[in-house]
């Protein structure tokens, strides 16, 4: 049985699909790892296939999830990146992660960036937070990438997090960021790309 | 925009729907949960592990190809408890489980929705002759067992707690 309505998005390198069965070994390994430290874990094997089982419940209940990262060439998986928004959270959040071997590649920015633009056009968000643990300074990078800014006044989760802004869709759209982001992604997948005004020496 | 609608299927019984489960039903799910009678089945757990094991029994279905449903009142759709089949990482193969939310105790619904769904199993998942576990000190479950007609088999063990292996006469035993 696969969930056959979750939309696929496509990007320059990536493919996202909705979370399967087959793709559930890689997840395994990052969520059992030092690696999901700032996401609930290292978690017990049972914790982990639960989590998997329920971010596919998620689409489910909510209408929007976690997608799974596909290389559009070769199929492996980079990680995941979504709309999250369990029990308890106070607002619907934008959500990422990579698998550490998969880092440092520009995926979890190419694979966000498409999202965040899906959930905002497609599915009428206006607004969208980022939860992210204040020790991770890999995903606080990347949030303010994507032009996130912490939101002082937003209620956290459970007040060891803090909480990151997006920008809304108006300030987004056509904006000097959403061209900046583009051109860190054509950086990525083509690295003789140098953008304008970058130092060549 | 609809959401996504996975294909759990819709079983009717005399008094009772089993279908997917909704948010709705979510704050009676919490409620047994954090409750001492979820001692048996895992609990008590906060609310965001609560939450986890109710979406990912919808996921389960996605992963496994069957699951638990959501037991309803025919009358008002009201969540009533989960019942299906339950085959999470640890377990040794698809196990027939079953729960209610409090309010719907001693009424029969249980082995109403069991048996339906025992028989679906059956004639449509290839899930003929299934397990169920039970801590012998949980007598309720275990008098429906044995009201199902399942057998004691072994001593078992799931998730790290003893308990006792029941087995359900297949389709044909079963009549």
Not at chain 2, 56 to 75: E, F, N, P
Not at chain 2, 98 to 116: F, I, P, R, S
Request: proline residues 6%; hydrophobic residues 40%.
């Amino acid at each position: 049985m696969a969930h056959r309505d979750i939309p696929v998005l496509e990007t320059r390198r990536l493919l996202l699909r909705g979370p399967a069965a087959e793709d559930y070994p890689n997840f395994k390994a990052t969520f059992t790892s030092y690696r999901a430290r700032f996401m609930g874990g290292p978690l017990t094997p049972y914790e982990s296939w639960m989590l998997y089982a329920a971010e596919i419940g998620h689409w489910q209940i909510r209408g929007y999830g976690m997608w799974m990262i596909h290389d559009k060439q070769t199929d492996e998986t980079y990680g995941m990146a979504g709309g999250w928004k369990p029990a308890m959270w106070p607002e619907a959040e934008i959500a990422w992660v990579i698998w550490p071997d998969k880092a440092g590649k520009g995926y979890a920015l190419e694979a966000t960036h498409a999202v965040r633009r899906y959930l905002y056009r497609e599915r009428g968000w206006t607004t969208a937070v980022s939860y992210i643990d204040p020790k991770n300074l890999d995903s606080i990078r990347l949030a303010e990438r994507l032009g996130a800014v912490k939101d002082h006044d937003a209620a956290s989760i459970d007040g060891n997090d803090a909480v990151y802004r997006h920008p809304s869709p108006a300030q987004l759209d056509g904006s000097q960021l959403a061209h900046g982001i583009e051109m860190e992604i054509g950086h990525y997948t083509d690295p003789l790309f140098k953008p304008k005004g970058w130092a060549i020496d | 925009m609809t959401g996504f609608t996975l294909p759990i299927p819709v079983i009717e019984t005399e008094r009772l729907v089993l279908r997917g489960p909704r948010e709705s039903d979510f704050e009676a799910h919490a409620e047994l949960m954090a409750s001492e009678r979820s001692k048996f089945i895992g609990g008590p757990q906060d609310k965001p592990i609560a939450w986890r094991g109710f979406t990912g029994s919808i996921g389960h279905w996605v992963l496994r190809g069957y699951g638990m449903w959501l037991v309803t009142d025919k009358a008002d759709d009201r969540p009533l408890g989960r019942i299906g089949f339950i085959n999470s990482y640890g377990w040794d193969e698809p196990e027939l489980g079953w729960h209610l939310y409090a309010a719907a105790e001693g009424k029969g619904v249980a082995y109403e929705a069991t048996l339906a769904a025992r028989r679906y199993g059956a004639e449509r998942l290839g899930l003929d002759g299934v397990i169920s576990y039970i801590d012998p000190a949980n007598a309720r479950s275990l008098a429906l067992a044995t009201r199902l007609g399942a057998r004691f088999e072994r001593e078992g063990e799931v998730m790290g707690h003893p308990c006792h292996v029941y087995r359900h006469p297949t389709l044909a035993e079963a009549g």
